[in-house]
């Protein structure tokens, strides 16, 4: 179990709903895909976490593990299922993804281990968006907005307006902790 406390670094998503599929239907598949393959790739779109400007430059300069925090919400996400084919860290090698990862609907993907189902509190405002253009911002103050994901780094003290948050669903990310998909 991961522990949520200053200087943590986190990367926190709201999920739901993806590509046709229910949250628990994902969870099983997921930890599945674990269980066979050691890891899984965990879909996703979206720039404020781009895998190459955002979620690695991030992950490399944290001071320790790399926690995905999820919050559970209500989701219309009713893409088609598409399944990618390959991944790349860097846009310019690619590779296969492994028949035991199925990662749909999605443009970029977390490479995630160790995925628990949780209940957790945290204070959004406790948290500051570490990377991008948004740097700096409390959590509780992102979160009002369009953000559903981000870098995060948490703070000693409350740096924003104290604004609880729901932590349903946790993994570790491994390297390179986000990657670039395509079919």
């Not at 993804?97 to 281990?113: H, Q, T």
Request: proline residues 6%; hydrophobic residues 35%.
């Amino acid at each position: 179990m991961m522990e949520i406390r200053p200087g943590a670094a986190l990367l926190y998503m709201k999920v739901g709903t993806h590509a046709q599929e229910g949250l628990s239907d994902i969870l099983a598949r997921k930890n599945k895909e674990i269980e066979e393959a050691g890891y899984a790739l965990w879909g996703y779109g979206g720039n404020t976490c781009h895998p190459t400007t955002k979620v690695q430059p991030f992950a490399k300069s944290a001071d320790g593990p790399i926690y995905l925090c999820m919050q559970p919400m209500e989701s219309r996400h009713f893409a088609e299922p598409l399944r990618a084919e390959e991944f790349s860290a860097d846009g310019m090698r690619w590779n296969l993804i492994p028949s035991e990862i199925n990662v749909v609907g999605s443009r970029y993907a977390l490479c995630i281990e160790e995925l628990t189902e949780v209940d957790e509190s945290i204070d959004l405002g406790q948290m500051r968006v570490a990377i991008g253009s948004s740097k700096g911002r409390s959590g509780s103050q992102y979160g009002r907005g369009r953000g559903d994901k981000g870098c995060v780094d948490v703070a000693e003290t409350v740096v924003g307006e104290p604004r609880p948050g729901h932590i349903g669903v946790t993994a570790g990310l491994v390297p390179p902790y986000a990657v670039l998909l395509r079919s």
